[in-house]
């Protein structure tokens, strides 16, 4: 859209509105040129050697955490039965004494 002013500021104007539609483009092209850089770097990563150890370890390891988890379950399950049964002798322990001092 051109706004025509009479005189010198209508060429004035003119060449800022050009100037700025210039530097408007430039920005646009930088950013989809910077995105398409990442975007065949990102490609790269993964069709190389680098993306298949990558996915071949994250493999590795979501597998070996599924083997442990549910160690760590039977094990969290064990420290609080421990702990249960320990609770329930000390609170015998105390009924006992009390019983004992009256």
């Known amino acids: 859209m051109i706004f025509y002013i009479c005189g010198d500021d209508n060429v004035k104007f003119d060449q800022l509105y050009v100037k700025s539609q210039k530097e408007f483009r430039y ?18 990563l993964m069709e190389g050697d680098f993306g298949k150890k990558q996915t ?14 549910p160690q760590i379950r039977a094990h969290r399950l064990a420290v609080v039965e421990d702990s249960g049964i320990k609770q329930k002798k000390i609170d015998n322990q105390l009924t006992i004494d009390a019983k004992g001092h009256h």
Not at 31 to 41: A, E, H, P, S
Request: glycine share 0%.
């Open 27 to 44: 920005m646009n092209e930088r950013k989809y040129f910077c995105n398409l850089k990442r975007l065949v770097r990102l490609q790269m």
């Open 56 to 69: 071949s370890n994250t493999l590795t390891n979501f597998q070996t955490w599924s083997r442990m988890q």
